[in-house]
């Protein structure tokens, strides 16, 4: 089935009432008729037993984003934060390696280097390129983590290269497919990753009114690699063998739910169900509102540069072509004149809301410089791609005419100014 038909059909559970939306379990435990059956399903994981290890309502939104993946599984978690987090402990030990890009997201760069870092693991933050990723794996290289699209650099990594190059050496390759909006944009799996993570925040909810993360996998024997899937865990029983290549979902629910508690809440669930079923609808539009916004903001005086994949001149427009489907993603980044100086007096006039989102309805502006990147040193910031006048854009559902208008009122301040001076 297509992506729009699965988006509003998929993971609909059989109810008892024949309810056609999604009902909400607001329930913690779940009861047993006998101590056979309690005893049946803590042994087995079958049914459920109490919900920060499963929930129906969160189990529907994991089939729903596991069929718009082709994926062999999902697990949700509270924030993409969380999958993030959840992703990667399932695959590390102390001693272990981790290769990174720079460009990642502000809060992943912290998660690798802050919580990774004291847990013994050593990252390498290297460009995801195959080259410059072949040549810093070796034997305790555990995982490679790249985005589909860097935050808010918006590099598009050769993916099915970096694949290849994983498969090669039998580690996995877990993209955050977060602005891949839970596939109606991107689906790294389809190019050879191994796994993928999701902030449901943005684009799955839409709405910026929730959190929400998600780790899905597609089937692979890469898991034979790593000792936590190939030796018998505390209860005896060895991973590889008893789940195949749902191990690594088994363990991700397992340390980021069951022992780590990074739940998602049933309502939240519902949310996300909800806000999936429009999202191929929502993404459409905005990629072409960015698309416009784009090509009109290369032409003002007061801009000195835009990064957009649609632009036909920008760095990541081939790949786009190859990784992108259904227009180029709605997020830009620009820098405007004058520096600093330039954003700041540009922010200042600008009726765009500034939030640090994106994927909302509403369009969305922020300086990264000093604020989802402020907090990481400046020579970081850089290999980031980040830059001092850069503004990152989310386009959101408002016609491309009036976010213009806006923009260019903020933009005609910048120039009174830069003339007065
Ligand atoms: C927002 C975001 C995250 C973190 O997600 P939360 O839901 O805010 O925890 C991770 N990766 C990317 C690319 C993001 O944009």
């Known amino acids: 089935m297509d992506f729009s038909t699965l988006a509003v059909l998929s993971g609909l559970p059989d109810d008892p009432h024949h309810a056609v939306g999604l009902p909400i379990y607001a329930t913690a435990a779940y009861s047993f008729e ?24 969160v189990a529907a939104l994991e089939q729903r984003l596991s069929a718009l993946e082709d994926a062999i599984g999902a697990v949700c978690l509270a924030s993409g934060q969380a999958a993030s987090f959840a992703a990667l402990l399932a695959l590390v030990r102390s001693g272990d390696e981790v290769v990174a890009s720079p460009g990642l997201f502000g809060g992943t760069v912290g998660l690798l280097g802050q919580v990774f870092g004291l847990m013994g693991v050593r990252v390498h933050f290297v460009a995801p390129e195959v080259e410059a990723v072949r040549a810093v794996l070796n034997e305790r290289t555990r995982a490679v983590f790249t985005e589909v699209l860097g935050n808010p650099s918006l590099e598009l990594p050769d993916l099915a290269g970096l694949a290849r190059l994983c498969e090669a050496h ?30 449901l925040t943005k684009w799955a909810s839409g709405h910026g009114s929730i959190l929400g993360g998600a780790v899905l996998a597609r089937s692979s024997e890469v ?16 991973p590889w063998e008893a789940a195949g290549p749902r191990c690594f979902l088994e363990r991700v629910r397992q340390l980021g739910l069951s022992l780590g508690g990074m739940v998602l809440s049933p309502f939240n669930a519902y949310l996300l169900f909800q806000g999936v079923e429009t999202v191929e609808l929502r993404v459409e539009r905005a990629c072409r509102s960015a698309l416009e916004v784009a090509a009109w903001l290369q032409e003002q005086p007061q801009v000195a540069w835009v990064r957009y ?17 259904g227009g180029f993603g709605s997020i830009l980044a620009f820098g405007v004149k004058g520096g600093l100086e330039g954003a700041s007096r540009f922010l200042a006039r600008l009726r765009v809301i500034q939030a640090p989102n994106v994927g909302d309805a509403r369009t969305l502006a922020v300086h990264p410089w000093t604020t989802t990147h402020g907090r990481i040193p400046e020579a970081a ?16 559902l408002e016609s491309p005419r009036d976010v213009r208008a806006m923009l260019a009122e903020a933009l005609a301040a910048v120039e009174a100014v830069g003339e007065a001076g």
Not at 39 to 56: I, V, W
Not at 381 to 396: D, K, N, Q, T, Y
């Open 381 to 396: 910031r850089l290999a980031a791609g980040v830059r001092p006048e850069m503004i990152r854009f989310s386009v959101g």
């Open 223 to 238: 898991w034979r690699n790593y000792p936590q899937f190939t030796t018998p865990d505390p209860q005896g029983r060895v």
């Open 309 to 325: 994949p649609g632009l036909p001149g920008d760095p990541a427009h081939a790949r786009a072509a190859q990784y992108l489907r």
């Open 34 to 57: 006998s101590l056979e059956e309690g005893a049946h399903k803590f042994a087995t994981s079958e049914g459920y037993t109490y919900t920060r290890l499963q929930n129906p309502t």
């Open 170 to 199: 039998g580690v996995a390759l877990i993209v955050d497919n977060t602005f891949g909006a839970v596939g109606a944009l991107a689906r790294p799996l389809e190019h050879g990753a191994h796994a993928v993570t999701h902030s």
